[in-house]
């Protein structure tokens, strides 16, 4: 049966965060797109289904339940990494049943909007019996199995897009945001840092390749003790489950080595503005022996910053788990199954009442 696609609504459905803002910049995109297939009938609405990668796509199409939805067609934007063997999956089209799952992880963490808006168009032209034109430097291999199409992610650096869409997937400038407590407890212990003379005296002597190795540490600090304070690393329970784990260590790591060196970078021009701002500088030649440049309130800010991290790391214990959680994939994928649990106790308590 054919179908008109000019005519077709279509339900986007968004997990919940940066996913979220895809699904409602792709729902204004196609809107406003008079040559798109969708025309102007696209709503959206934003849930995460308690399922998870190794969930199979007919149980995913069982949980969505496209069928009561009133729209023609049902495309779900998950954060979930979804995998055919070990090449990840961009989109899964089941036909008969309307729905198209589209895993934005697979797609890497460039150009995401254009490729999420790409493959809503194939995914409405699939349910249509009219399959669209692929996009020529994407790539993607399709493989149909009767009524399911399958959207393989290009085999060329598939992890590496994969870890990168997870990362993506994390906003790991949410860390910042996340942890203003602890850039209040650096931020104070390296401006009484600046007070002391034998903070200007080690930064005056310590060197470029002394304050690398120390900027490197604190960082590594900070790091390690997010993931312990907040008990962040994911711990296999089978060896059939390390291959995952690994990558949601590895998109964990790389999230906040992004946010703490952001936190860094922050805390350092801080640092530098109240060196530049309050410590007069006639002290510090009085300390240093040497007269006072620019240069010397940088090296100062560098090393005081590095202090400051560490003492940070300290702070991270301050922070509220949920905050630093967010960032993680991991964590982020188990609170699916919180709420789900959450929302069917409430119905229960409901109901008893």
Same mark, same amino acid.
């Given at each position: 049966?054919?179908?008109?696609?000019?005519?077709?609504?279509?339900?986007?459905?968004?997990?919940?965060?940066?996913?979220?803002?895809?699904?409602?910049?792709?729902?204004?995109?196609?809107?406003?797109? =008079?040559?798109?297939?969708?025309? /102007?009938?696209?709503?959206?609405?934003?849930?995460?289904?308690?399922?998870?990668?190794?969930?199979?796509?007919?149980?995913?199409?069982?949980?969505?339940?496209?069928?009561?939805?009133?729209?023609?067609?049902?495309?779900?934007?998950?954060?979930? $990494?979804?995998?055919?063997?070990?090449?990840?999956?961009? &989109?899964?089209?089941?036909?008969?049943?309307?729905?198209?799952?589209?895993?934005?992880?697979?797609?890497?963490? &460039? =150009?995401?909007?254009? /490729?999420?808006?790409?493959?809503?168009?194939?995914?409405?032209? %699939?349910?249509?019996?009219?399959?669209? %034109?692929?996009?020529?430097?994407?790539?993607?291999?399709?493989?149909?199995?009767?009524?399911?199409?399958?959207?393989? !992610?290009? =085999? /060329?650096?598939?992890?590496?897009?994969?870890?990168?869409?997870?990362?993506?997937?994390?906003?790991?400038?949410?860390?910042?945001?996340?942890?203003?407590?602890?850039?209040?407890?650096?931020?104070?212990?390296?401006?009484?840092?600046?007070?002391?003379?034998?903070?200007?005296?080690?930064?005056?002597?310590?060197?470029?390749?002394?304050?690398?190795?120390?900027?490197?540490?604190?960082?590594?600090?900070?790091?390690?003790?997010?993931?312990?304070?907040?008990?962040?690393?994911?711990?296999?329970? =089978?060896?059939?489950?390390?291959?995952?784990?690994?990558?949601?260590?590895?998109?964990?790591?790389?999230?906040?080595?992004?946010?703490?060196?952001?936190?860094? $970078?922050?805390?350092?021009?801080?640092?530098?503005?109240?060196?530049?701002?309050?410590?007069?500088?006639?002290?510090?030649?009085?300390?240093?022996?040497?007269?006072?440049?620019?240069?010397?309130?940088?090296?100062?800010?560098?090393?005081?910053?590095?202090? !400051?991290?560490?003492?940070?790391?300290?702070?991270?214990?301050?922070?509220?788990?949920?905050?630093? /959680? !967010?960032?993680?994939?991991?964590?982020?994928?188990?609170?699916?199954? %919180?709420?789900?649990?959450?929302?069917?106790?409430?119905?229960?308590?409901?109901?008893?009442?």
């Amino acid at each position: 049966m054919h179908t008109d696609p000019s005519s077709q609504s279509v339900l986007v459905i968004a997990d919940p965060g940066a996913t979220e803002a895809i699904g409602k910049r792709l729902s204004e995109s196609l809107s406003a797109d =008079s040559e798109s297939a969708v025309g /102007r009938q696209v709503s959206t609405r934003s849930h995460a289904y308690p399922i998870d990668e190794d969930t199979d796509f007919s149980d995913v199409v069982g949980t969505v339940d496209p069928d009561s939805a009133s729209e023609d067609v049902v495309i779900y934007l998950t954060d979930l $990494v979804r995998r055919s063997g070990t090449t990840p999956l961009v &989109a899964e089209i089941h036909l008969s049943k309307r729905l198209g799952v589209i895993s934005i992880p697979g797609m890497g963490a &460039a =150009s995401v909007d254009r /490729r999420t808006r790409d493959l809503a168009r194939m995914v409405v032209a %699939e349910v249509s019996s009219e399959p669209g %034109e692929q996009p020529a430097t994407e790539r993607i291999h399709r493989v149909q199995d009767d009524d399911v199409v399958h959207y393989l !992610a290009p =085999s /060329r650096l598939s992890r590496l897009r994969l870890l990168a869409g997870m990362v993506y997937a994390n906003r790991p400038w949410r860390v910042v945001a996340g942890m203003s407590k602890v850039m209040m407890a650096a931020f104070a212990t390296g401006a009484v840092s600046l007070a002391y003379g034998t903070m200007w005296q080690l930064s005056d002597m310590m060197g470029p390749w002394r304050l690398s190795v120390a900027t490197v540490l604190s960082i590594a600090a900070l790091i390690a003790w997010l993931i312990i304070e907040h008990d962040l690393w994911e711990r296999p329970p =089978s060896r059939e489950e390390r291959e995952r784990a690994v990558l949601y260590n590895m998109s964990t790591v790389v999230t906040l080595t992004i946010g703490v060196i952001v936190f860094y $970078v922050v805390v350092f021009f801080l640092l530098l503005l109240t060196a530049w701002w309050t410590i007069p500088p006639d002290m510090v030649t009085d300390q240093i022996g040497d007269p006072v440049d620019f240069w010397t309130l940088v090296v100062m800010a560098w090393l005081v910053a590095s202090v !400051a991290t560490l003492g940070g790391a300290l702070g991270s214990g301050m922070e509220d788990d949920d905050a630093v /959680r !967010a960032a993680t994939y991991g964590a982020r994928q188990r609170q699916r199954f %919180e709420r789900d649990d959450d929302g069917d106790r409430r119905s229960a308590t409901s109901k008893s009442r």
